[in-house]
């Protein structure tokens, strides 16, 4: 399968900092999604972007997608200590009606 | 409040019986997952239904079974066919693929005995 690979595996950082998260994949996809998931509980969808698309922002997430790479970056701004979190990148394959496929995530550590 | 529910979030199961994890969704959404996620690792996906009555295996679908007999209902049965239970399940839901993100439920945590 296409499985994304998240990079870093563990994020630690202080509060008001900015937070940078990277996946990379390998095959074409329709579009790539960002989830977060807190400890014990389900994922949550952040932002979906298409594979037309090379940037997208919401609130204080910054999403970039390098198609000819095939990797995607998620910016977290000014980040707090409820941004404590694991961090997935899922693709969605170009081939028909296909599902997610999610990567093994980042986990982010946001210290006050 | 729409949004999907999962029961039980804990469960306790020994060796050698089947279980079913309940999935329920008013969102009116035709497709639905069933995802494993073990610890420290990401998702993977058991199986998925894209309509009522219809359903395909996903990566890991050997030692589980599941139903979709109404539009609002997907549950999974962790049989003893499933050499490694132990695990976090998760059940999503989307309206179509390309179009939005899954809706997650909160999980439900198997712990084999």
């Known amino acids: 399968s296409q499985q994304g690979e998240e990079d870093p595996q563990a994020l630690s950082i202080q509060e008001g900092e900015n937070a940078t998260m990277n996946c990379s994949y390998k095959?074409?996809?329709?579009?790539l999604q960002w989830y977060r998931q807190n400890s014990g509980r389900g994922l949550v969808h952040l932002i979906l972007?298409?594979?037309?698309?090379r940037e997208k922002h919401s609130g204080r997430l910054r999403v970039t997608l390098d198609t000819s790479k095939k990797t995607s970056s998620l910016l977290i701004t000014a980040s707090r200590a409820a941004d404590t979190a694991s961090y997935f990148c899922?693709?969605?394959?170009?081939?028909?009606?296909?599902?997610?496929?999610f990567g093994k995530g980042t986990r982010l550590s946001v210290i006050a | 409040d729409g949004g999907i529910t999962q029961s039980p979030k804990y469960l306790f199961r020994k060796e050698g019986q089947n279980v079913t994890l309940s999935c329920e969704q008013n969102?009116?959404?035709?497709?639905m997952y069933w995802y494993r996620q073990d610890p420290g690792q990401g998702l993977r996906l058991i199986y998925y239904?894209?309509?009522?009555?219809?359903?395909q295996k996903g990566d890991i679908a050997e030692g589980y079974s599941v139903s979709r007999e109404k539009k609002e209902s997907f549950p999974l049965t962790v049989t003893s066919a499933q050499k490694n239970p132990t695990a976090f399940y998760l059940c999503?839901?989307?309206?179509?693929?390309?179009?939005?993100?899954?809706?997650f439920g909160e999980g439900s945590r198997l712990t084999v005995l």
């Open positions: 999503a839901s989307s309206p179509g693929t390309g179009t939005s993100g899954l809706f």
């Open positions: 095959t074409s996809i329709n579009n």
């Open positions: 972007i298409r594979s037309n698309e």
């Open positions: 899922a693709t969605e394959g170009n081939s028909g009606n296909t599902p997610l496929v």
């Open positions: 969102l009116n959404h035709d497709a």
């Open positions: 239904s894209q309509i009522v009555n219809d359903f």
